[in-house]
C-alpha cells in the first residue's frame, strides 16, 4: 500500500522568508502523480503543486516549487517570498495514475507565518 | 475553473437520525466522485469512490450500510450517513474528477466540506 509522510507537524517563516516542507512517500509503481494542497482555516483543499513522476523536471507554480527526487521518494515543497495569506495545513498527497484516482494524504504540516 | 458546490456546509441532528450531504459539480460531467472524511487536526481520509451508475467502492473499515452513497447522474453524489451517532461526527469532504477539454488531463476539484455534528 502507499503510505505519504509528512514529518513536520509544524512549521513557521516569517513573512518575505523562503520555507521549506518535507514528504516522502513509499510506492512499488513507476507512474504517479504527487501533489502539495494547502487547506486554510475556511477548509476548503486548494491546489497548490502537482508533479507527474515521469518528469525530471521540477514543478513551480510562482512562489511554489517542488524538489522532487524521485530515487529517494522525496517530495518536498519549498515557498519563497512567504505571505500571510499562506498560513495553512499543507497536505501532500500521491496518486499512482493520472486519471481520477484517488489520492493518499500525508498527515499535514502547518505553516505559520509571522510578522 | 471548475467548481464543486458541496451542501449543507454545516449540520447538527440528534443521534440516531439520518444526514444527506450532497456533491454537485456545476460546470463539468463527473464521472467519479469520491468522498473523504477529516477529523479535527488530522488528515482527509477517503471513504469511498463513486461511479455514476454503479455501486460505490468502499475503503476497508468503511461500513457500506452506515454510509449510504448514490451517484445517479453525471453531476450528483449523495453521502447519507445513516442513524448517526456522535463519533460520526466529523469533517465529511468530497471530490469531483473533471477531464479539462483540450488538456487531455484530469483534476480532481473539491467542495467545501460539510461539518457533521451528532450529539
Known amino acids: 500500500a502507499q503510505t505519504v509522510t509528512q514529518s513536520q507537524p509544524e512549521m513557521s517563516v516569517q513573512e518575505a522568508e523562503t520555507v521549506t516542507l518535507s514528504c516522502t512517500y513509499d510506492?512499488?509503481?513507476?507512474?504517479?502523480?504527487l501533489f502539495w494542497y494547502k487547506q486554510p482555516p475556511s477548509r476548503q483543499m486548494i491546489l497548490v503543486i502537482r508533479?507527474?513522476?515521469?518528469?525530471?523536471q521540477n514543478a513551480t507554480e510562482n512562489r511554489f516549487s517542488v524538489n522532487f527526487q524521485k530515487a529517494a521518494k522525496s517530495f518536498s515543497l519549498k515557498i519563497s517570498d512567504s505571505q500571510l495569506g499562506d498560513a495553512a495545513m499543507y497536505f501532500c498527497?500521491?496518486?499512482?495514475?493520472?486519471?481520477?484516482?484517488?489520492?493518499?494524504f500525508g498527515t499535514g504540516t502547518r505553516l505559520q507565518v509571522t510578522l | 475553473g471548475a467548481v464543486v458546490s458541496q451542501h449543507p456546509s454545516r449540520v447538527i441532528c440528534k443521534s440516531g437520525t439520518s444526514v444527506k450531504i450532497e456533491c454537485r459539480s456545476l460546470d463539468f460531467q463527473a464521472t467519479t466522485m469520491f468522498w473523504y472524511r477529516q477529523f479535527p487536526k488530522q488528515s482527509l481520509m477517503l471513504m469511498a469512490t463513486?461511479?455514476?451508475?454503479?455501486?460505490?467502492?468502499?475503503e476497508q473499515g468503511v461500513e457500506k450500510d452506515k454510509f449510504l452513497i448514490n451517484h445517479a447522474s453525471l453531476t450528483l453524489s449523495t453521502l447519507t450517513v445513516t442513524s448517526a451517532h456522535p463519533e460520526d461526527s466529523s469533517f465529511y469532504i468530497c471530490?469531483?474528477?473533471?477531464?479539462?477539454?483540450?488538456?487531455?488531463?484530469?483534476?480532481?476539484?473539491f467542495g467545501s466540506g460539510t461539518q457533521l455534528s451528532v450529539l
Open positions: 508533479q507527474e513522476a515521469y518528469k525530471q
Open positions: 498527497a500521491y496518486t499512482h495514475t493520472g486519471t481520477a484516482s484517488k489520492l493518499t
Open positions: 463513486s461511479n455514476e451508475g454503479s455501486k460505490a467502492t468502499y
Open positions: 510506492t512499488s509503481e513507476s507512474d504517479y502523480y
Open positions: 471530490s469531483a474528477a473533471s477531464i479539462l477539454s483540450g488538456a487531455g488531463n484530469e483534476k480532481l476539484f
